[in-house]
């Protein structure tokens, strides 16, 4: 999440590709996680899901938090993205009756939709390549279902995969650690 290498390919991956700049809307949407995880991270157990935006506050009980690691990403990203698009952070992939972190990408999609949003762009940081989980739920569920509510499009901006820039950018990173 805090990695130059890494926001800088995606950021640039992101306001390059068709997905991005032909939406009115584009959504973050990481891998979800039970909110057990969560708390058990925090070993203060006074941090997490206690005090308001606990994601969002730097301090040493949110160190190895996914979620907190998943919003920072985003503050950053916003940093380098086009100010004038709208943008959320959700959630995918959950099941069961657990509590799992939110918003999940359906209730989003669903109240964008409500809201007229008529082309949402999805980038899904948490994956550096597609994934045939990520490609079925987002590029083919998640748009029927944002076109039954009347949504005209939802399109997956694709991952970083193989580009050049990323796999110099990212060898480049590694061979610096390895130092």
Known sequence: YNEECYLKSLAKSIVESEEYKNSEYLLFSFHGLPVRHLT?????ESH??????CCEKVSQNNEFCYKSHCVKTIMKLAEILDPDKPFKVCYQ??????????????DVVEDLAKKGIKKISVACPSFTADCLETLEEIAEENNEDFEKLGGESLK???????DEEWVRSFSDYL???EE
């Not at 058990?40 to 203060?44: E, G, P």
């Not at 099941?95 to 999940?104: L, S, T």
């Not at 997956?156 to 193989?162: E, K, Q």
């Open 93 to 106: 992939s959950t099941f069961g009756p657990e509590q799992w972190i939110q918003p999940n990408i359906i």
């Open 40 to 44: 058990k991270a925090d070993l203060s």
């Open 48 to 53: 997490c899901q206690k005090i308001d935006n």
């Open 156 to 162: 997956l901006i694709p991952s970083l995969n193989d």
């Open 175 to 177: 061979n610096e650690k």
